[in-house]
């Protein structure tokens, strides 16, 4: 960490600072500039509050360098971790491809998608129960009962599911989901993330659209602190000037995120793009990239679908989408 | 609503869409041009699904024109509302100063704000009990007995308190508390204001770091959907590429929302800017663009401030930018 | 183009509007409804001025909704179009690696840099020799010098040669130059861009930091409008709130530019990363977006390189990258 | 500056660092963690390519701490500094009051609104000549023309005209121009600013739509090192997610500008905004928030403007809001 004084900045409350942080047990280095004096902190600062030092009447800047995340953070785990999901698992080399509708509708609705997209070689099975609608009057999920059909889909056809959980007080209703989404808008709802903590089931943070990587991380890291490894990150694209696509792909978010932690990082570029006729390219894109899987909307009538219909694939589609995904992911091995 | 059709619509299929609309009690025009054709939809078009549209494939874009709020909107609501908050309004006219510290740390220190505050000329006490923290190693507030000190403070000093609520399950234990702040991250954390509008309490809504003005107008129309009108709206700061201040502090959406809604709106000075030494110059601009109130972080010592110091007026500063800001106010009287 | 009225707008004036509109070939329909008129204008609006419409008092907001740019159209050309580049094409099924420094600085280090990433497989070489530099105390590239080392490069590899210009009165200058830059901070330099439509050469025009997908389209419609078709368009990164890249690389433009546009697209991994470990992965990951070619800065020696050395590849790195594009690019043949 | 190593760095690759940091006249200080080192730099390292030292193998990041703007910057000259304008001044406590249309039209129509925002209390007249147009369609001003007829109005009005110079072709062209200014998309057109710095005349710089602050500082900073002290900083808007308005005025860059800078600020809120009816609140805002002056559009006959009629006070409307800037102005008194 580095603290940049201001100028004049009176030799007593200099040293007032630097016993204070020596006190923190960390290692202190004072430079004396004509213009700036810096101390350079060394040690374990994530447990330093940086606005307090801030708040320093003689402090100009606070610059944090080492990252505040520590279970995440590959610099403590160099290996790839890998989420185990039923048989299967996530990251550490395997390749996760997640289909389905944005909404369930209907028992036949969501069987029908999870038969053609484990044909297409899905290897899991999404769908949304639980709907974060921008206004309350849009259709807002089937709710529990969407938790019911996505479990019949499941029993018939041997998917696991991933949906995304709203409310911290559903985590016993999602006791048998075998990915608990959480999603962009409630990135940084800290206390659904600490209670997800506590849970040992695989949880998927989407990153939030005007959060940085840095924060998802952090957001992983109250999930992990709690003492739940099973983290998988997502990019699904952030807010940006840019309105033809409903987000940006951050696509370099996904080498960054693995260089920074040992987390698997799957992509959503159904979200990212908002238009599914460019969600095959983003899709394509992020496994050349680098990302472990996807998660993908496919839709058996996107005409007929209640929400989202305009990022939604067609199973036909999605089906010649996998072909071409398998075809880079061969050309990316080593 | 304007849905533009893809360049070769086939007839069937668009006759089959604005019979639908129709179905919807909509009012139908189609104009067909070389390169492009046009149904403009004239009605009530708040509960139909755009993405529902949008995923046709027939359709090139759906653009809404009318705004998705209805019970937020001034055009249904011309005159000003005001909430009543005690004995006092906050806006209608009158003009609410918000102002205590980041986070509520000790009786001592929040009484000594509050009797500062209140002979400077605040309205109302702030203060933090519950936290929201970027990471889970950092100070989290005093949680429930910070709540008891405000009230404590309050029964001291007569100023009713306005603290954050991050928890649905806390709604009982905020039951006391005079305005009910929801976090920027927590803006579109749909199950808490759903909640929230269950209740008849005050609430003033803070605008996500990547929200744009409707979605805040749309996070206040959960809340009123609910059937609780006394929505106080909340300017913080947006998230953009310049890295000096902490945010970027988007002055228009003052005259904007007061265009577009009849809900007071306030001005959060401190977050937006993050410094201290600007945050007097964000506190009369705020004004002079027409906010009904600020809320403005306050603290006794910043140096010894666990959280946010960096952003807290000292009592002698916020005692002279109360008189500025009394300056400007009488300016701005027609 | 969609023209939605203020409320109460007097029939007078509208009547008033409608002529006007009528008067410049266009058709008109008016849309009558209970809190909104909208007037349905049909034709080519790529001339008329929409700021002087939504000027009009009685004018709420006016929507264009056909695409002002046309000679840049694909609407109105179809087919992919080439830009033919000496002996090569650029898009049109070709694919182009341009590779070399960031700055030209020797005729040593050009020569040098120019024989390795030829013998990677590059098609031709950049280098800089006028540098746009945010301090003017920073190194400003040999200028006409470094031209005539690119052009000696050029003889001795056979490579033709992309370089950036900053001055319309450098375009004599650049009169034996292959391919001629816009940088990003450029692209709204709008008379050097009509100059440069004078011209027959190729113009590479990178996207600006905060310039949308269409006003890149409309600035390469400053050169086609002007007579010269041969131009490149150039996704580099746009500026958002994220700062660990130095930008952010949007690789959705590629699969939209090439829906809106018929002109070849080309990616620039370096610049829109800022980071030479995360080059690769964008690299690959928009040849999987469909990108026509690459741009990619490689240096013999970074640590010694005067500008950009953080993003530049060893020619040893690039050669291995070159290795893994082709096995992608053949994993994306239908 | 403060140069982060990565972990395993070479000790003789350090010391080669640091003899080359040492041998640029710098002090060097090495602190060495358990997971990171630093190397904190201290002296004028504002010749120092950052890139340069970041392209080193051994380097993880460069923080730069001090700015590297000199001449612009209040470190060094700590008092306001004053812009003289024929018998006026622009900073150092004036205040300017700019206003005019955006485009010079025609003799009749510029010299009626020269005379009224003249008796409405304006300082100085602006209009547009060269107008810098996405589209190469639209109206591109009337040039050397228009020129002449703000002359004109300056004759007859006594009011400095100020107006935007495109090409650096043109600054003879502008000689007997009283302010030259520089627009948004040309902020980082350095050849014209190196052209501008052999000038003596006063250069008024807008900020550019993705430009931090402290790139317009180093746009200043081009003039100034070119001999050229007469520089005025212009706020006017940036680029982010919010659409409502055209850009999103940042106030907080006034008392930014002016911490960091000697320079005086004005604000422009016509092109900020984009919307007349929200002009008044921003201009006000900016007056409270310190700026120096402001630049704003007014137009005798919006319904008839060429270009950003939208944006355009009316007369009177300008005079009533001139009475209400001297009221915040007075309000701002010490």
Redesign the interface.
């Known amino acids: 960490m ?1 603290i ?1 004084l201001k ?1 004049h900045a009176a030799r007593k409350q200099i040293d007032h600072l630097t016993d204070w942080l020596v006190r923190q047990n960390l ?1 202190v ?1 004072l ?6 004096t ?1 101390i ?1 902190v ?2 374990d600062t ?2 330093v ?1 940086l ?2 030092i ?4 003689i402090v100009d ?1 606070v ?1 944090r ?2 990252e ?2 520590k279970t995440a953070n590959r ?1 403590f785990h160099p290996d790839d971790s890998a989420v185990r999901v039923g048989t299967q698992q996530v990251g550490g080399g395997a390749f996760t491809l997640i289909a389905g509708p944005c909404s369930v509708e209907s028992p036949e609705q969501i069987l029908e998608i999870a038969r053609k997209v484990r044909a297409a070689g899905a290897t899991m099975l999404r769908g949304g129960a639980f709907k ?8 807002q999920g089937l709710q529990a009962e969407g938790l019911e059909l996505l479990k019949q889909a499941r029993a018939e056809t041997g998917l696991p599911i991933v949906t995304e959980i ?4 559903h985590i016993e209703l999602f006791a048998d989901v075998d990915v608990i989404q959480v999603g962009a ?2 990135m ?4 659904l993330l ?1 209670e997800l903590g506590r849970t040992r089931q695989p949880v998927l943070i989407k990153r ?3 959060n ?4 998802l991380l ?1 957001s992983a ?2 999930v992990m ?2 003492g739940n490894p099973n983290v998988i990150l997502c990019e699904r694209g ?8 409903r987000n ?9 995120l693995k ?1 920074l932690s040992h987390l698997p990082v799957i992509v959503d570029p159904s979200h ?2 908002g238009l ?3 969600v095959p ?2 899709a ?7 990302a472990d899987g996807l998660i993908i909307e496919v ?1 058996n009538a ?11 694939l067609r199973p036909e589609q999605f089906e010649q989408l996998a072909r ?1 995904l398998a ?2 992911r ?3 091995l080593p």
């Open positions: 580095i940049k100028q290692r280095q430079s004396e500039g004509e213009f700036e810096i350079g060394i040690g994530s447990h509050d606005h307090g801030e708040g320093l009447e800047q610059i360098i080492s505040p995340f610099k974060p609608r921008t206004s309350p009057y849009d259709f709203m409310n911290l007080n808008r409630n940084q709802n800290f206390d600490r939030g659209l005007a940085t990587i840095k924060e952090m890291e109250y602190a709690g952030i807010r940006t000037f840019e309105t033809y696509t940006t792909l951050d696509i370099s978010a996904v080498p960054v260089e990212a793009c599914a006729r460019h390219a983003l394509l894109a992020s496994v050349a990239a680098g839709h996107p005409e007929k679908a209640l929400s989202d219909g305009a990022q939604s071409r075809r880079i061969e050309a990316m």
